[in-house]
C-alpha cells in the first residue's frame, strides 16, 4: 500500500480452493488473477511478498462431490491437488507456495484451535440440526440445500452465496440432502461447540470501521447487514464424518467444521511458501504474529467475506494480540460462462487448462483482467476472447512490434548505438506508470483499469510509430518511442507475463514501476518481441 515503508512483508492469501475438481475460468477471473497481479506488482517495487495457497480438503463439498462422482473423497483430493496446481501453474500464478493438505496442516489447525479451546473462548451449545432418516446423517453445510432465511433464494448449509449471509443449524427453508434429495429431511438435537460472535461485537465493529472506506461496495454493505443483527454463534464442530477430528471431550465423535480451519490453514500456506523462498521459521504461524507487523491481504469470492471477514477475524481476535489482522479483503462477484451460471453438475463449464490448450496465457490473462467481475457480475465469452483479444491487443502489438522491427533494424545498422530520450518523453512515462501504481495499488485496485490503460497506451504508441514509420533511423522522435514502448511494457508485466519478460530480455531492460526513469536519456533499439492470435497457444 502506498505510503508505507519499503520492508513491510505482504502476506498475499488466495483463500484455499475446495478440491473437488480443478479450477474452471470462473476461479481464475476472481481471486486468483487479481491476487497474481498485485503479488507481481508489489514484488516489482521491491516489496517483500510471500503470496501463497492450498486446498481445502475438509469441507463436505468434497464428500458430496465424492458420492456424486463415485470416488472417496480421499481420491478426489488427491486428483483435485494435482489438476489445481497444474492450473494455476498453467496460468502463470505466481504462488510462492501450494501447501499441502497432510500431517503438517492437520497440526497447525489443531495448535490453533486447541489454544482457543484450552482459553475457554467456546461454549457447548444445543442445536438442532437437518437430518437424513435414510442413512443416519447429520447434513450441515456442502451437504444439505433450500432456502436461504434471508434472500430466500437456493442455498448450501452455512453460507448462502447469493447475499452473503450465514444460515446455521435448521435455518434453511425446506431443507434438501444434496446426495440423494428424494431422501426424507427431519431435525435432530445435537451438542456442539460453538465461538459466540457476539462477544466480538465491539471489535469486529472497530475493524470495520477502520477499514471500510477500502472495501468494495458490496463487502461493505455485507459487512453492515451483519452487524445490524445480532451475530449468530459460529459452529466449531460438527457431528459429521469428514473433516478434522475434533480433540474436545466435550464433543467425542465429532469433527471440526471446515470453516474453523481457514486461518491456521493460510498461516500454514504461508510458512510453507516462505520456506520456498528459502526462508526457516520455527512455527507455522510465525509470519502472522502481530510483531511481525505483516500487511495481510486476502483475495476472496464475495460467497466467503462472511467467513473471511467475519468469523475468521473473530478467531484472530479470540487469540487476544497474539496475531495481526487482515489489512485488505478484496473480493469479487461472480463470472458466468456465456451468459449462464457455471454449472459443473450440468456440465456447464470451460477448464482453465482446456483454454490454455488452445489460448496463449497472455491473452486469457487480458481478456480475464478486462472482464472480471471486480463489482458485479461479468461473463465470459470464448468469442468475446477472441474478438476482443484480437482487435484490442494482438494486431496493435503487433503492428507496433512490426514498425519497431523495421526501425531496430535501420538504427543499428546506420547509428550503431543508442537513440535519445528527451524531457517530454520521460514526463509522459512517469504520468502513464503513475496511473499504472493507481491501478495495481490498493484500495483502488481495477485489473479492469490496467487492462484497459494498456490498450489506450498501445494505441497511442501505435499513433506515434505510424507517424515515424519510413521517416528513417534518424526521425526525430524514435528514442522517445522506444523508451516509452519500454514503460508500457512495464506497466504491462504483471497481467502479460510472457510477452513482458521476452520483451524486456530483448531490450536489455528490467519491468518496473519506480520513478527511476526521470534519469534515462538514452534507450538502445530493440525487436519487440510479437503476440500469437487466441489459437496459437505455446507461441508467445
Ligand atoms: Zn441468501
Keep these: 500500500m502506498a505510503g508505507q515503508p519499503p520492508g513491510r512483508r505482504a502476506l498475499i492469501i488466495d483463500t484455499p480452493p475446495t478440491s473437488n475438481g480443478d479450477l474452471h475460468v470462473g476461479h481464475l477471473a476472481g481471486p486468483f488473477m487479481a491476487a497474481d497481479v498485485h503479488a507481481r506488482y508489489l514484488r516489482s517495487t521491491g516489496r517483500p511478498v510471500v503470496f501463497s495457497s492450498g486446498t481445502d480438503d475438509s469441507q463436505t463439498y468434497v464428500l458430496a462431490s465424492a458420492r456424486r462422482k463415485g470416488l472417496t473423497p480421499e481420491e478426489l483430493c488427491g486428483r483435485s491437488w494435482h489438476e489445481i496446481r497444474r492450473t494455476l501453474e498453467g496460468m502463470g500464478i505466481s504462488l510462492d507456495g501450494f501447501a499441502p493438505y497432510d500431517d503438517r496442516y492437520r497440526a497447525s489447525v489443531l495448535g490453533f484451535v486447541g489454544a482457543l479451546h484450552d482459553a475457554g473462548k467456546f461454549e457447548l451449545r444445543k442445536v438442532r440440526l437437518p437430518y437424513s432418516e435414510r442413512t443416519g446423517e447429520f447434513l450441515v453445510e456442502g451437504l444439505v440445500c433450500g432456502y436461504c432465511p434471508v434472500c430466500l433464494v437456493e442455498s448450501r448449509g452455512g453460507l448462502c452465496e447469493s447475499c452473503g449471509h450465514p444460515n446455521n443449524f435448521d435455518e434453511l427453508v425446506e431443507p434438501r440432502s444434496t446426495v440423494d434429495p428424494g431422501d426424507a429431511v427431519t431435525v435432530r438435537e445435537a451438542e456442539i461447540l460453538v465461538l459466540p460472535l457476539e462477544r466480538y461485537r465491539d471489535r469486529l465493529t472497530a475493524y470495520y470501521r477502520e477499514r471500510?472506506?477500502?472495501?468494495?461496495?458490496?463487502?461493505?454493505?455485507?459487512?453492515?447487514?451483519?452487524?445490524?443483527?445480532?451475530?449468530?454463534?459460529?459452529?466449531?464442530?460438527?457431528?459429521?464424518?469428514?473433516?478434522?477430528?475434533?480433540?474436545?471431550?466435550?464433543?467425542?465423535?465429532?469433527?471440526?467444521?471446515?470453516?474453523?480451519?481457514?486461518?491456521?490453514?493460510?498461516?500454514?500456506?504461508?510458512?510453507?511458501?516462505?520456506?520456498?523462498?528459502?526462508?526457516?521459521?520455527?512455527?507455522?504461524?510465525?509470519?502472522?504474529?502481530?510483531?511481525?507487523?505483516?500487511?495481510?491481504?486476502?483475495?476472496?469470492?464475495?460467497?466467503?467475506?462472511?467467513?473471511?471477514?467475519?468469523?475468521?477475524?473473530?478467531?484472530?481476535?479470540?487469540?487476544?494480540?497474539?496475531?495481526?489482522?487482515?489489512?485488505?479483503?478484496?473480493?469479487?462477484?461472480?463470472?458466468?460462462?456465456?451468459n449462464a451460471k457455471f454449472s459443473t453438475s450440468l456440465g456447464h463449464v470451460l477448464y482453465t487448462g482446456d483454454l490454455l490448450d488452445e489460448v496463449p496465457r497472455d491473452l486469457i490473462r487480458f481478456y480475464l483482467a478486462l472482464s472480471c467481475p471486480e463489482h458485479q457480475q461479468t461473463n465470459f465469452s470464448r468469442e468475446a476472447l477472441t474478438k476482443v483479444t484480437e482487435e484490442r491487443l494482438v494486431r496493435p502489438w503487433n503492428r507496433l512490434a512490426g514498425v519497431l522491427a523495421k526501425a531496430a533494424a535501420e538504427a543499428g545498422a546506420e547509428a550503431g548505438g543508442t537513440l535519445a530520450v528527451s524531457g517530454e518523453a520521460r514526463r509522459r512515462?512517469?504520468?502513464?506508470?503513475?496511473?499504472?501504481?493507481?491501478?495495481?495499488?490498493?484500495?483502488?485496485?481495477?485489473?479492469?483499469?490496467?487492462?484497459?490503460?494498456?490498450?489506450?497506451?498501445?494505441?497511442?504508441?501505435?499513433?506515434?510509430?505510424r507517424r515515424l514509420e519510413g521517416a528513417g533511423a534518424g526521425a526525430e522522435g524514435l528514442g522517445d518511442l522506444f523508451f516509452e514502448v519500454r514503460v508500457l511494457v512495464s506497466g504491462a508485466s504483471p497481467i502479460l507475463i510472457d510477452l513482458a519478460e521476452a520483451a524486456a530480455e530483448e531490450g536489455g531492460f528490467s519491468c518496473g514501476f519506480d520513478a527511476g526513469t526521470s534519469a534515462v536519456s538514452e534507450v538502445a533499439p530493440f525487436a519487440l518481441p510479437p503476440l500469437g492470435a487466441a489459437g496459437d497457444a505455446g507461441i508467445a
Design 212 to 338: 471500510e472506506s477500502r472495501l468494495r461496495p458490496h463487502t461493505v454493505q455485507l459487512v453492515r447487514e451483519l452487524l445490524a443483527k445480532p451475530l449468530p454463534d459460529f459452529p466449531v464442530t460438527y457431528p459429521v464424518d469428514w473433516g478434522i477430528p475434533a480433540p474436545f471431550p466435550e464433543t467425542p465423535g465429532q469433527v471440526l467444521n471446515a470453516w474453523v480451519e481457514g486461518i491456521p490453514a493460510v498461516m500454514y500456506c504461508t510458512a510453507f511458501a516462505a520456506e520456498g523462498l528459502g526462508e526457516r521459521h520455527d512455527a507455522d504461524d510465525e509470519l502472522w504474529r502481530a510483531e511481525e507487523s505483516p500487511e495481510i491481504i486476502y483475495f476472496i469470492g464475495f460467497d466467503n467475506v462472511y467467513f473471511w471477514g467475519l468469523t475468521h477475524v473473530a478467531l484472530l481476535m479470540a487469540h487476544e494480540g497474539r496475531y495481526a489482522l487482515p489489512d485488505a479483503i478484496i473480493s469479487n462477484e461472480f463470472y458466468e460462462l456465456e
Design 429 to 465: 512515462a512517469e504520468a502513464v506508470l503513475a496511473r499504472f501504481r493507481t491501478c495495481y495499488e490498493l484500495p483502488g485496485y481495477s485489473l479492469t483499469r490496467a487492462a484497459n490503460l494498456v490498450v489506450a497506451q498501445l494505441n497511442r504508441l501505435l499513433a506515434t510509430a
